[in-house]
């Protein structure tokens, strides 16, 4: 017997330009055996009528209420600026929707804390989506490191570039990326790329403990690509983070704004008594690349590849956009069905923001913030 598929309705579609329609749309339809895609619902009607149009959805909602109240919708996906989270996801949730919120949760811990309390409350499942986590080179590397391929970790150092400011200090176009220059707005390089590289690195090496931080804004203006002027900005472009994880291993990280010269945007690499493996991809923003992973173990002198196995592809999306994004709906999924906890959770991403808060409070006062 077929089992019913799961009814989703999105909130945020633009058709190509938005993550909702670079990977939420494939990561759907790929897993087409397993959920339906219902419909859209935009700030207007005639913009819900535009991407259904463009995409081929069934349905345009007037409006994002009659979307979420809408009886055949099951779960509600949403994919909209992340000051806007916490307004769709009070509404879905009242109204008994489970919910798939893009990453970060909230507009801080507080915002976030208060939709998880909201779920619990409601009997509600609310996933988020940090989709690094589930990428097949990060369930592979979880692996490795539990294994015993480098022995005890001793510490681990990331470089990355990210973020909204591309070469010069400039950004693309103003109605996308305008709003990420603006502190207040939660969306920076720090909860942002660092964010869902973050969540990687704890599932990898378990929980942080203890950080210290500086978070400089060092480009304070930014040239508009489409409209030629000069925007100001609060959000930091230079993330420095040191502490130490709850194992003990030392921990040191350094997210610079921009995109790398020569495609070389991520470097992370784990320290073991046994050996040390690294992980590269072109940016710092670990849920949307490639990533490739080399190690060393014993007395190689030369790292050499890790190929992930291809039974952790097998039967996902190639491009690892969607492929993440399916990984975590179909998680989502499982979930639903057998009242199991497989896919990133509210619960989880107030952690997340926990860890954010406490370098943001790290940077303020100059001092090291311990997480409890």
């Known amino acids: 017997m077929t089992r019913q598929r799961f009814k989703v309705g ?29 419909g859209v619902a935009n700030t207007s009607k005639a913009s819900a009528d535009r991407a259904a149009a463009a995409i081929g959805l069934p349905r345009a909602f007037a409006n994002v209420d009659e979307l979420i109240t809408a009886p055949e919708v099951d779960i509600v996906t949403v994919a909209v600026k992340v000051p806007h989270h916490l307004e769709v996801v009070r509404a879905a949730i009242g109204a008994g929707r489970h919910v798939y ?21 409601k009997g509600i499942l609310g996933v988020v989506g940090t989709q690094a986590r589930v990428a097949p080179e990060i369930e592979y590397l979880r692996h490795l490191i539990a294994d015993g391929f480098v ?8 470089i990355a570039r990210g973020g909204a400011l591309q070469g010069g200090g400039t950004i693309p176009d103003k109605k996308t990326y305008a709003y990420l220059l603006d502190r207040a707005n939660g969306a920076t390089l720090l909860s942002i790329p660092l964010g869902h590289t973050l969540a990687a690195l704890r599932d990898v090496l378990g929980e942080v403990a203890e950080v210290s931080a500086v978070l400089a804004t060092r480009r304070t203006s930014a040239r508009v690509g489409d409209t030629g002027e000069t925007l100001p900005v609060t959000a ?115 952690a997340l923001h926990r860890v954010i808060a406490a370098i943001e409070r790290a940077a303020e006062s100059g001092r090291r913030a311990v997480l409890a």
Request: hydrophobic share 40%; proline share 5%.
């Open 10 to 38: 999105i909130v945020g579609l633009q058709p190509g330009r938005s993550w909702a329609a670079r990977a939420h749309i494939p990561a759907l339809r790929a897993l087409s055996k397993t959920f339906e895609i219902v």
């Open 101 to 121: 919120c893009e990453w970060p949760l909230g507009n801080g811990l507080a915002e976030a804390e208060e939709m998880a309390a909201l779920a619990r409350e």
């Open 151 to 158: 022995g005890e970790v001793l510490s681990t150092t990331l």
């Open 236 to 350: 930091p472009d230079q993330v420095l983070v040191s502490g130490v994880l709850a194992s003990s291993a030392a921990l040191s990280i350094h997210y610079r704004g921009g995109a790398a010269r020569d495609g070389d945007g991520l470097s992370w690499e784990i320290n073991g008594t046994e050996g040390d493996i690294r992980i590269s991809g072109s940016a710092g923003h670990t849920q949307m690349v490639q990533l490739s992973l080399t190690g060393a173990r014993s007395d190689e002198k030369v790292f050499r590849p890790l190929e992930v196995p291809a039974t952790y592809r097998s039967g996902w999306p190639k491009d690892v956009e969607p492929g993440n994004v399916a990984r975590v709906y179909a998680r989502m999924a499982q979930d639903l069905r057998n009242g199991t906890c497989t896919a990133p959770s509210f619960k989880d991403a107030v």
